[in-house]
C-alpha cells in the first residue's frame, strides 16, 4: 500500500505493507541511513526519531502510525535549537565513541531539551535510560546534556 | 554540521597501486565502488585524473602528497570508536610536521605485507596494540617523507638541507626567507632516495602528541552522515536476513517458503547447508519473510549440549596437570612450609559481544570478481575469506572498509563475511546481508568460559610464600593465529594469569586448553585479562582477608620491585579516600592490573541493598600507559572499558540449553545502562615510556574490583561471574 511520510518536512510516498516499522523504510526506502537499527524491539533505542517533536522507537511504529506526522531524523534534527546544541555539546565533550547508538542517544536528548530546557539528573535518567551505548559513553552523555543546557542559559 | 567533508573517509586500492590502475580498476566495477570518491570534493576524479599525469608523492605505504598539496595518511588500524583515526594521523602528523587538520584520512586496503599489524604479524586491529604497533612505523614514514621534502627544497635552492626545517605543510630555509609547500615539492621529493634512517623528534619537541586532539570522527557521528558496514548502499543492493541453524553444526532439514514468498517486497529464499535467508526491498520484508518460514532443522551432534556439560568437562580438566605457563621458585616445597593455607575455584561465563551495530556484511559476487562492504578488524581475512569462498582468486575481491559500530573482538571474525558471499552467490546484483539482535546473539563467537583452580600458602606474617594457578579453557590463538600457539601454550590466554606486578617467591601457573564442544570462541574485550584479572585480583584479596590485612597494604607490600604498578595503586587507594568511613552495605574494592602493557588500578566504590542488588557507585582509575598519545581519548577508553566490565560482571553470561543458546536480545543480556552508571574518576600518571594499550585495559580491571567490593559491603565472596543474584544471600 502506498503511504505519503512526511520526513524533515518533505512529503515522500514509499509503497510498502501497512505493518513495515518505519525504521526499515527510512533506512532502506529512502536510503536515509542515518537512523540505526541495533534491536528490533524497542529495547535499545539506536532508531529513535522524533514524531510529532516526541522521541518514538522506530523500529516498532508502523508506517501506518506514522502516516499524517511529521517524522524528524537524525539528519534533520541539527535544524532545531535544541538539537543543534546537543550536536554541538556532543562535538565538544568529544561524547561519541564507535558513534553508532549516538543518533539515537541525540535524537533522545533533543526531545528531552526541547521539553525541558534545565533538565535535572532524574530527568536524564527517566529520559536516557532506554538508550543504550556498547561504548559506554553515559558519563559524556549526561555531561552533554547539561552542556547543552547550559549553552542556552548563557545565549 | 557539515564538518564532517573535512575528515570524509575515501577509499582506494591502495599506494601500492598506480593512480592509472587505480582509475582502471575503479572504472572497471561502476561509478558506486569509490565511495567518496566521487562525491568528496578535495579528492575528486579531476584530482585523480591530474594525478596520473604527475604522480603523488608516496614515500611509503602510509603518506601519499599530491602535486595540489592534498595529503592522505592511509589508516593500517581501523576506527571502531577507540580513537585510531585520530591519534594514529597524529604521529604522522607530529613528524611529517603537518597540522592534523591538513591531512585526509583513507582506509587501507586489505594487504598483510603494507599493512600487517608488527605485533601480530596480521593485518588486524586487536589486543589494544594500535598505538603499540604503530609507535614507531608511523612516525618514521612521517619522518621519512618530511626529510624528503626537506631535501628536496633545499637541492631546488641549492642550500644545505640542515639550514632548512619543515613547519605546518611548508619547508622553510630561513637565513634567505624561502619557503615551499609540500604539494610544490612533491614531485621532486618523490625523486629524492629514500633515507636510510631518520632521527625521531625528542618528546620535548612534541607538538601533537600528548596535547588533547579533537577527534576527526566526531563530526560525522552527530548528525548522521558516518557511514558504517551496516549503511552501505551499493546501487541495485537487496536486503537480506537470515536464519542460522540454531544449534551450532545442525544443517537445514527442510523448508517451506510458500508464505514467505507471498510477503510484500520478498524476491528470493536463499538456502544454504545450515541457513536460510530471505532476500527483499528492504529489511521490514526480509524479517517478515523470515517470520513466514517454515524451516525444519536437523540439530546434528550437539542437539543435548548444555552449559553444565563444558562446565563439568573443564572441572573434570583441571583434576590433572597442564602445560606450565610460568613457574617460579618450588610452590611444593613452599607450601609444605605454610602457615595458612588457602584455596579457592573460580568461574567465568561464555560472553557475546553484543556490538551496537548487528552483524552484517554486502557482498556483490559477479563471474570475474567480487566486492565486499563491510566493517571488519582484520581486512586482509574478510578478503580472503571472500576469494575462498566464491572460488574467486585473491586480487579479484574488492574490500570496502568502513567505520566499525562496535568491535570488541567479534569484528576481528570474517563468520559474517563468509556468510554474505554464500548468499551472495546465489543473488543476482549486490545484497546487504543484515542479521538480526537475536542471530547476532545466538550466533556469535563467544568469549570462552574457563575454570580456575588456585592454592596459596602464607608464612607467619600473612604474605604469600607460594601461588599456585591452574585453569582449563578455550585458546582462541590456537584457532585464530595457529602458529603462537606452541606445547599447549599461547600468549593470550595467560595474560593476566602470569608475570604479575607482584614479587612472590614461588608461583606456578598451568593452563589445560580444552575447546567446548558445540560453541564457537572468540576474543572479547580485554581478551586473557578479562578472566585472568578477576581470578588474580580476587585471590589476591582473599589472601589479604586470609592474612586479616588491608587489601591495599598487602597489594603494596608485594610491589617493591614494580613502581610503577605502585604507584598506580597508590594513586588510585588516595585519590578514592581508601579506608575512609562508608555506610552500611557500602563497599571499596582494589584491583591492580599489568597488561596491554599498560599499568592500571581501580578502587570501585559498590552499594549493595538488602534484597542483593549491586550497585556501583564511583569507581577511581589510575592509569600508566607510557606516552600519552591523545589524552582524551585515554579518558574515554577507561570509562568506557569500565561500564563494558560492569555489564559483564554484573548479569554478562551467555548458556545452552539442548544445543541452544538461550539469550537472545538485551532483554535477557542486558547492558548497564545510564541510570546506572556510576561516576567515574581517571588519573594518568605522566609517563616518557613508549605507549601502552588502551582500548581493553579499563575492562578486565572492573570485574574484582566490584567484586572485591561487594565482599567489603557484605562478606559474600564472589567466585563465579557474573555475581546476579549472589549478594542476595546475605
Known amino acids: 500500500m502506498s503511504y505519503a511520510m512526511n520526513v524533515n518536512g518533505k512529503t515522500r510516498t514509499v509503497d510498502v505493507d501497512e505493518d513495515t516499522p518505519v525504521l526499515w ?131 | 554540521m557539515t564538518g564532517h567533508r573535512n575528515v570524509g573517509l575515501v577509499e582506494s586500492d591502495g599506494v601500492n597501486l598506480s593512480r592509472r590502475r587505480f582509475l582502471s580498476v575503479s572504472a572497471a566495477v561502476g561509478g558506486g565502488l569509490v565511495i567518496g570518491f566521487t562525491t568528496d570534493p578535495l579528492i575528486g576524479v579531476a584530482d585523480a585524473a591530474q594525478s596520473v599525469a604527475s604522480p603523488p608523492f608516496t614515500p611509503n605505504a602510509f603518506v601519499r602528497i599530491g602535486g595540489d598539496g592534498k595529503i592522505v595518511l592511509t589508516m593500517p588500524y581501523v576506527e571502531m570508536g577507540q580513537g585510531t583515526y585520530t591519534s594514529i594521523p597524529m604521529l604522522i602528523a607530529e613528524e611529517l610536521e603537518v597540522d592534523l587538520k591538513q591531512v585526509r584520512l583513507e582506509h587501507a586496503p586489505p594487504n598483510e605485507k603494507l599493512y600487517g599489524n608488527p605485533l601480530l604479524g596480521v593485518q588486524a586491529t586487536g589486543n589494544s596494540n594500535a598505538i603499540r604497533g604503530a609507535w614507531q612505523p608511523l612516525r618514521q614514514a612521517g619522518a621519512t617523507a618530511r626529510a624528503m621534502l626537506v631535501s628536496a627544497a633545499a637541492q631546488r635552492w ?144 550437539h542437539a543435548k549440549l548444555d552449559t553444565k556439560q563444558i562446565v563439568d568437562q573443564l572441572e573434570k580438566a583441571t583434576l590433572n596437570s597442564g602445560a606450565v605457563a610460568q613457574n617460579i621458585g618450588d610452590t611444593g616445597k613452599a607450601m609444605a612450609s605454610a602457615v595458612t593455607k588457602v584455596e579457592a575455584t573460580y568461574q567465568v561465563p561464555f560472553l557475546a559481544h553484543a556490538t551496537m551495530e548487528p552483524m552484517n556484511c554486502t557482498a556483490h559476487v559477479r563471474k570475474d570478481g567480487c566486492e565486499i562492504w563491510v566493517g571488519n578488524q582484520a581486512l586482509a581475512r574478510a578478503q580472503a575469506t571472500a576469494a575462498k569462498t566464491s572460488g574467486l582468486p585473491l586480487e579479484k575481491v574488492v574490500v570496502h572498509n568502513h567505520l566499525i559500530g562496535g568491535g570488541f573482538g567479534r569484528r576481528l571474525e570474517v563468520d559474517g563475511v563468509t556468510r ?133 597494604a598487602y597489594r603494596r607490600a608485594l610491589l617493591e620491585k614494580a613502581p610503577r604498578a605502585k604507584a598506580v595503586l597508590e594513586l588510585a587507594a588516595e585519590k578514592a579516600g581508601w579506608g575512609k568511613p562508608l555506610p552500611e552495605r557500602v563497599g571499596r574494592g582494589v584491583s591492580i592490573q599489568f597488561a596491554f602493557a599498560s599499568y592500571l588500578a581501580q578502587v570501585a566504590e559498590v552499594e549493595v541493598s538488602k534484597d542483593g542488588a549491586v550497585r556501583v557507585r564511583r569507581v577511581v582509575c589510575a592509569v600508566d600507559c607510557g606516552t600519552v598519545v591523545n ?10 572499558g569500565i ?88
Open chain 2, 631 to 640: 589524552p582524551d581519548t585515554v579518558r574515554a577508553q577507561i570509562q568506557s
Open chain 2, 643 to 730: 561500564i563494558f566490565g560492569i555489564t559483564a560482571a554484573l548479569r554478562g553470561e551467555i548458556t545452552l540449553k539442548d544445543g541452544r543458546v538461550q539469550q537472545s536480545n538485551f532483554h535477557d543480556y542486558p547492558m548497564l545502562r545510564l541510570n546506572e552508571t556510576p561516576a567515574i574518576e581517571v588519573y594518568i600518571v605522566n609517563s616518557v615510556e613508549p605507549p601502552g594499550g588502551m582500548g581493553e585495559a579499563g575492562t578486565s580491571t572492573i570485574a574484582p574490583a566490584v567484586t572485591n567490593a561487594i565482599y567489603a559491603a557484605t562478606g559474600t565472596r564472589v567466585r563465579k561471574l557474573p555475581v546476579a543474584d549472589q549478594a542476595k544471600r546475605v
Open chain 2, 420 to 552: 554474505a558471499v554464500q548468499i551472495a552467490m546465489q543473488v543476482k546484483g549486490p545484497v546487504k546481508v543484515v542479521w538480526t539482535r537475536e542471530e547476532d546473539i545466538q550466533h556469535d563467537m563467544y568469549r570462552p568460559c574457563f575454570l580456575d583452580r588456585l592454592s596459596a600458602g602464607l608464612d607467619a606474617k600473612g604474605m604469600p610464600v607460594a601461588w599456585n594457578n591452574r585453569f582449563a579453557g578455550s585458546s582462541i590463538i590456537s584457532r585464530w593465529l595457529p602458529p603462537a600457539f606452541n606445547k599447549g601454550l599461547d600468549p593470550d590466554t595467560t595474560e593476566g594469569a602470569i608475570d604479575l606486578v607482584y614479587g612472590l617467591p614461588n608461583l606456578h601457573v598451568e593452563y589445560l586448553r580444552v575447546e567446548p564442544p558445540g560453541i564457537p570462541t572468540a576474543f572479547w574485550r580485554s581478551v586473557g585479562p578479562s578472566h585472568n584479572v578477576f581470578v588474580t585480583e580476587s585471590f589476591m584479596d582473599e589472601l589479604a582477608i586470609a592474612a586479616k590485612q588491608d587489601p591495599v
Open chain 2, 158 to 301: 641549492n642550500v644545505d638541507p640542515m639550514s632548512c626545517r619543515a613547519q605546518s605543510g611548508e619547508v622553510l630555509h630561513e637565513p634567505t626567507g624561502r619557503r615551499s609547500k609540500y604539494g610544490e615539492l612533491a614531485a621532486d621529493a618523490a625523486r629524492m632516495p629514500v633515507p636510510q634512517s631518520v632521527v625521531l623528534k625528542r618528546a620535548a619537541d612534541f607538538k601533537l602528541i600528548g596535547t588533547p586532539a579533537k577527534r576527526l570522527d566526531t563530526p560525522s557521528k552527530v548528525n548522521g552522515t558516518a557511514v558504517y558496514g551496516i549503511d552501505a548502499r551499493p546501487p541495485g543492493v537487496k536486503i537480506a536476513t537470515l536464519a542460522q541453524s540454531p544449534v551450532f553444526g545442525g544443517r537445514v532439514k527442510s523448508v517451506n517458503d510458500a508464505k514467505a514468498k507471498a510477503v510484500k517486497g520478498v524476491r528470493q529464499i536463499v538456502r544454504l547447508d545450515d541457513a536460510v535467508a530471505v532476500v527483499a526491498d528492504h529489511m521490514g520484508a526480509a524479517k517478515k519473510g523470515l517470520a513466514a518460514l517454515v524451516i525444519e532443522w536437523e540439530d546434528g551432534p
Open chain 1, 25 to 155: 523504510v527510512l533506512r532502506d526506502v529512502l536510503g536515509m541511513t542515518g537512523t540505526k537499527f541495533g534491536c528490533g524491539v524497542a529495547l535499545c533505542g539506536a532508531c529513535t526519531i522524533h514524531l510529532d517533536g516526541k522521541p518514538v522507537r522506530s523500529c516498532i511504529t508502523s508506517v501506518a502510525a506514522a502516516a499524517g506526522k511529521r517524522i524528524t531524523t537524525i539528519e534533520a534534527v541539527g535544524a532545531t535549537a535544541a538539537g543543534r546544541r546537543i550536536q554541538q555539546a556532543w562535538i565538544a565533550l568529544e561524547v561519541p565513541q564507535c558513534g553508532y547508538c549516538q543518533s539515537g542517544q541525540i535524537m533522545s536528548a533533543t526531545a528531552l531539551l526541547a521539553a525541558k530546557p534545565n533538565p535535572t539528573d532524574s530527568d536524564i535518567d527517566d529520559a536516557m535510560s532506554g538508550n543504550i551505548c556498547r561504548c559506554g559513553t553515559y558519563v559524556r552523555i549526561r555531561e552533554g546534556i547539561k552542556h547543552a543546557a547550559r549553552g542556552k542559559k548563557e545565549a
